[in-house]
C-alpha cells in the first residue's frame, strides 16, 4: 500500500478583545459591527464569549507564509471595520487594566450553556488565545503525534507569552491567562491514548453521560480538531506581532512534520510523563523565555536560548521541506527583543520612570499594544 503523506497545511485562529479606541477601555462590538465584519470576511469572523472579543480564523493555508498574508488581511479588515465604530482591537490575551466583573457574555445559544454550566468560572474568561492547527489527515496519526507534541508545549507557550498584568496589577507570571483557563474542565496537558478509537471510546462515555456533547468540549493545551483534519495546538497566547505568530505557527508545523520524520525511521519523541511536562509548562507560564526549562535528558535547567536553537536545529530539515525556514529562525528575534509580556513590562517601567502615575502607565501599555496590532501587517 502505497505511503501517503500529511498535508501539513495550516490554519490560525486568533481572538482579540475590542476596546474604546479613545480610552483603550473594554467595549462591546455592536451588532452591526459583526455584521460588518461577515459581510466583508464571510466564514473568517465570529463573535467569542464575551462581547468585548471577536474571533478570526485563517483559510487553510499551504504555507506559514500564506497563513500570515492572509491573516494580516483578516487584522486590517477587523481594525478598519472596528475605527468606523470607534473602536480598536487588541491582540493580547489579558487586558491589562479591565475588570472582569463588569463584561458581559455574547447572547449566544452555545455561550449562554457555556455560562449556566461552568458558572463563574466562565465569568473570569476575560482571556483570548491563538490555535494553530495543522493538517493530518490520518486520525490515529493525529493522537500519536499529540502525545509526542505535548512535550514541546512549553517552549511553544515560553515564545507566546502576553498576559502579564490582570485588573490592572503586574501578577509575577508571563502568562496569566492559563491560571484563569485551567479553572474549567478538560483543560491542560492531554491525556495520553494509544489509538483514535480509544481516544473516540473515552469522549463517548462523557457524550453518553451528558456530560459534554461532543469534542469541542475538550480544551487541552492540544486536542484533535472536532471540526477539522488537524491537530490543534491550542496553548499560545495571542501575540500582538505578526512575525512571532508566523515564528510559532512554523514551529508547531515543523514539529508534525518532524514527528512524522522520526516515525517512518521507526522512531518517536519519548512521551514523558505529565507531571514533568507540567512542571515545565509552569515555568513558561511563570517566566517566559527568561529563566529556561527542564531538560529531562540532561536533568538540568537549560536557558532559553539555548532550547531554541537546539530546536532550530532539529526542526530545519522540516522547516526547509515546508519553505519556513525565515519563519523558524525568526524565533530568535523573540528571544532578543523579548515577548509581548517582557514587552509590556518594559513600556510600564518607562513610563513610571518619566513619572506616569499609574493608571498612565497602564494606558501607555494598551497603546504601545493597539500600535502593534498592525505595525507588521
Not at 33 to 38: I, P, T, V
Not at 62 to 77: P, Y
Request: hydrophobic share 45%.
Amino acid at each position: 500500500m502505497e505511503r501517503v503523506e500529511p498535508s501539513y497545511s495550516i490554519g490560525i485562529e486568533e481572538e482579540y478583545l475590542l476596546v474604546d479606541a479613545r480610552t483603550l477601555e473594554l467595549a462591546p462590538a455592536p451588532d452591526a459591527l459583526m455584521e460588518a465584519c461577515r459581510a466583508e470576511l464571510e466564514g473568517q469572523v465570529s463573535p467569542e464569549f464575551l462581547q468585548c472579543q471577536i474571533e478570526v480564523g485563517t483559510r487553510v493555508c499551504a504555507s506559514v507564509a500564506e497563513a500570515r498574508a492572509d491573516l494580516a488581511h483578516l487584522r486590517r479588515t477587523i481594525a478598519r471595520v472596528a475605527g468606523e465604530f470607534g473602536l480598536a482591537p487588541l491582540a493580547v490575551s489579558c487586558h491589562p487594566s479591565a475588570d472582569w466583573h463588569r463584561q458581559h457574555h455574547t447572547e449566544k445559544q452555545r455561550y449562554i450553556e457555556l455560562e449556566r454550566d461552568l458558572a463563574g468560572v466562565a465569568r473570569r474568561l476575560l482571556i483570548c488565545g491563538m490555535h494553530v492547527h495543522v493538517g493530518l489527515e490520518d486520525a490515529d496519526l493525529r493522537i500519536d503525534l499529540m502525545s509526542q507534541l505535548s512535550y514541546f508545549l512549553p517552549h511553544i507557550l515560553a515564545l507566546s507569552t502576553s498576559s502579564p498584568y490582570w485588573q490592572g496589577q503586574d501578577t509575577g507570571l508571563n502568562c496569566y491567562r492559563l491560571t484563569v483557563f485551567d479553572n474549567l474542565p478538560r483543560t491542560g496537558l492531554p491525556p495520553v491514548f494509544v489509538s483514535h478509537a480509544e481516544f473516540l471510546r473515552s469522549v463517548q462515555v462523557m457524550v453518553d453521560a451528558g456530560v459534554i456533547e461532543d469534542t469541542t468540549k475538550l480544551w487541552w493545551d492540544i486536542r484533535p480538531s472536532g471540526r477539522y483534519p488537524t491537530l490543534e495546538t491550542r496553548i499560545c497566547d495571542v501575540m500582538p506581532l505578526l512575525s512571532h505568530v508566523a515564528s510559532v505557527a512554523a514551529i508547531v508545523q515543523c514539529l508534525s512534520r518532524m514527528l512524522v520524520r522520526l516515525k517512518r525511521s521507526n522512531q518517536r519523541w519519548r512521551i514523558y510523563d505529565r507531571f514533568l511536562v507540567g512542571e515545565n509548562r509552569w515555568r513558561a507560564q511563570r517566566y517566559g523565555i527568561r529563566e529556561g526549562l527542564m531538560d529531562f535528558g540532561r536533568g538540568a535547567l537549560v536557558p532559553f536560548p539555548e532550547l531554541l536553537e537546539e530546536l532550530i536545529e532539529l526542526l530545519m530539515p522540516d522547516a526547509e521541506a515546508l519553505g519556513c525556514v525565515a519563519e523558524l529562525t525568526g524565533a530568535r528575534a523573540i528571544v532578543a527583543a523579548g515577548t509581548s509580556a517582557d514587552r509590556q513590562r518594559a513600556v510600564m517601567a518607562q513610563a513610571v520612570e518619566a513619572g506616569a502615575t499609574r493608571e498612565e502607565a497602564l494606558s501607555r501599555v494598551l497603546r504601545s499594544l493597539a500600535d502593534e496590532f498592525l505595525a507588521e501587517g
